[in-house]
């Protein structure tokens, strides 16, 4: 089982940047399938932020963060990062990176994904 590991996040004023990032450990994403990003803030659910097909290529974000997140991988390196600009207060949340078979449908929902990082802390201060 290929087992996700985040790094980065950390604390910043609104307006700036952060970069999380997603390492697989066990077996690389292109074994495996899909990366997804997702955030959860205390008392809240977990919430759908973006999602890459590692072999297609193809790439979704949802609403909230379109225009100011971008997803990217490195083959090389095995890994998947989340590059996030003007962030906002409302984007503080535990960061989690999970993996999930290919397919095309309910890539927003969390119950479908398999495998869970720990999560990174992303703090936006106003």
Request: glycine share 12%.
């Amino acid at each position: 089982q290929l087992q996700p590991v985040e790094s980065g996040g950390g604390l910043v004023q609104a307006g700036g940047s952060l970069r999380v990032s997603c390492a697989a450990s066990g077996r690389t994403f292109s074994n495996y399938g899909m990366v997804g990003w997702f955030r959860q803030a205390p008392g809240k659910e977990r919430e759908f932020v973006a999602v890459i097909w590692w072999s297609g290529g193809i790439i979704e974000y949802s609403d909230s963060v379109k225009g100011r997140f971008t997803i990217s991988k490195e083959n090389g390196k095995n890994t998947v990062s989340l590059l996030m600009n003007s962030l906002k207060p409302e984007d503080t949340a535990v960061y989690y990176c999970a993996v999930r078979h290919y397919g095309s449908q309910s890539f927003w929902s969390w119950e479908d994904y398999d495998a869970w990082g720990r999560g990174a802390q992303v703090t936006v201060s106003s």
